[in-house]
């Protein structure tokens, strides 16, 4: 297929963006198609024998079929678990958009047929004083394709979100439900509220049970 790059964002942060996002490169993978992945920035992480790593940049690399090093995925990486800008602030660093959206623009280069860029936390999260994180995708200019965390208040956020999205001219792609409580209340009734009010395609839905198998999802508007 020709190659196609996509930026995931979530409604919130903790909601499955990076499980969403090893789904669709698991998918991408049997169907034969080649996959990359960037997490340009990623707050906390762990200690290993390569160095200190983010545990969702390395599930992104687990699962591109390009062979990727670590640094390729995750080019700016913080200690600490909070907002990104706060974060740096507190290491005397800083990130910008355009020397991100640059590192971005190197692993697009690679022509994998599936790209993913993904974010961190939502769609306004800070970058530093002056930008967010979806100034990344204002200079790359690639659609976005949103994870909505399926829980009690979902629906406000994720049509906030893509109200947001709109109004600024962003494309977005697609929409991917995640169930992430087991019981939540009238989650069939929640799904048909959203595909009714956003005018963009439903990927695919992630039950709470679902086992991390790409081919037991169906997946709409990617291939």
Known sequence: ?????????????EIGKTFAACCLLQAAKKRGFSTAAVKPVAAGGINTNA??????????????????QYEEINPFILEQAIAPHIAAEQEHREADAYTLA??????????ADLTL????????????????????????????????????????HALLTV?????????????????????MPVFKENI????AKIKAPLI??????YNGEASDLTINAMF
Not at 102 to 111: D, L, M, R, S
Not at 204 to 209: D, K, M, N
């Open 163 to 183: 109200k947001a999205l709109n109004k600024d001219g962003f494309k977005l792609h697609g929409w991917i439900a995640n169930q992430v409580v087991p019981d």
């Open 1 to 13: 297929m020709t190659p196609k790059t996509f930026f995931i964002t979530g409604t919130d942060t």
């Open 117 to 156: 860029i993904e974010g961190a936390g939502g769609w306004m999260v800070p970058l530093n004083q002056q930008e967010y994180i979806n100034d990344i995708v204002k200079i790359l200019d690639i659609p976005v394709i949103l994870v909505v965390g399926m829980k009690l208040g979902c629906l406000n």
């Open 192 to 195: 048909k509220t959203l595909k």
């Open 51 to 68: 160095g200190f790593r983010n545990e969702d940049a390395l599930q992104l690399q687990k699962f591109c079929t390009l062979q990727l």
């Open 204 to 209: 695919t839905t992630i039950p709470w049970s």
């Open 102 to 111: 640059n590192h971005c623009k190197k692993i697009i280069g690679k022509k």
